[in-house]
């Protein structure tokens, strides 16, 4: 009689999870400009691994060129997933389309602007994930925003907006009026914590499950301020961000684009002060 060990069958969700790439890499593309699609698909393309990642691409609004480029490249397998739109639908409402699509364990966002630059890059990236503990869900450069007005000039009230929207838990949204944060004397000032602490949205590496359970980006969100926003519905789950600097990619190089709106203006990097 033979004593051989017979192991159990896979489950489906394990057989899944055993081919599935644990990272879903996803650009962001827009307008007119095949030279910034081309640049950080090609870096993608040649620096990462294709069978460790999917690539999903979502074009907003793309010219022609953009537009062969992409289709191309889907057809020949290079791209997993393409989302289209002739209308401009905006980053927020263009984001929850690809996010449908993302199966796997990590999110490694793109704008179009941003690319890699160096071959170690992906395995920078992928490795400070596999190696930090639960709680930190959220990788890239850390910045601050030290008032609203530096990221959603359009809202009257943020601090309304946090406290109403549904990945609200409870904790005193960032201020620098006594309690914000729950301080009431930051630094010995005398001040509440007034600093908005997030990972820009021009790159950014995020666990999948995080944005299933914050239902991202909040349906309210159309661009402005999205990523400071994302920062803070991470913190009031209790969950960290890690800054692990650019580690290997160029972030955000281009000007601002696209139609006059509530964005971003100028966030300072690092927490010092």
Not at 8 to 35: F, Q, R, W
Not at 43 to 49: D, M, T
Not at 206 to 221: E, K, N
Not at 252 to 270: H, I, K, M
């Amino acid at each position: 009689m033979d004593n051989k060990c017979s192991r159990p069958a896979l489950t489906n969700t394990a057989k899944l999870e055993s081919v599935m790439p644990k990272i879903t890499i996803c650009i962001l593309t827009y307008g007119d400009y095949a030279h910034l699609a081309t640049r950080v698909i090609e870096s993608v393309r040649g620096y990462c691994p294709r069978s460790e990642y999917k690539l999903i691409v979502g074009a907003n609004a793309v010219g022609e060129q953009t537009l062969k480029y992409l289709d191309a490249l889907r057809v020949n397998g290079a791209i997993d997933h393409l989302i289209l739109s002739q209308a401009n639908l905006n980053q927020c409402p263009m984001m929850r389309q690809m996010f449908l699509k993302v199966e796997s364990k990590y999110i490694w966002w793109f704008d179009d602007d941003s690319y890699i630059t160096e071959p170690g890059a992906f395995r920078r990236w992928i490795d400070c994930a596999e190696q930090a503990q639960e709680r930190t869900v959220m990788w890239g450069p850390l910045a601050w925003c030290d008032h609203p007005l530096a990221f959603a000039p359009d809202l009257e009230n943020v601090s309304a907006f946090v406290r109403n929207a549904a990945w609200y838990r409870g904790l005193p949204p960032p201020s620098w009026r006594p309690g914000g944060k729950g301080e009431f004397n930051f630094n010995g000032r005398g001040t509440g914590d007034g600093r908005w602490i997030f990972i820009p949205g021009g790159c950014w590496l995020m666990r999948s499950s995080v944005i299933r359970v914050l239902d991202w980006p909040d349906r309210r969100l159309i661009k402005m301020g999205n990523d400071v926003l994302l920062g803070e519905a991470i913190r009031q789950q209790g969950w960290e961000l890690e800054n692990i600097g650019n580690a290997g990619v160029a972030i955000n190089t281009e000007p601002r684009r696209g139609e006059a709106g509530s964005e971003l203006v100028a966030p300072r990097l690092g927490l010092g002060g």
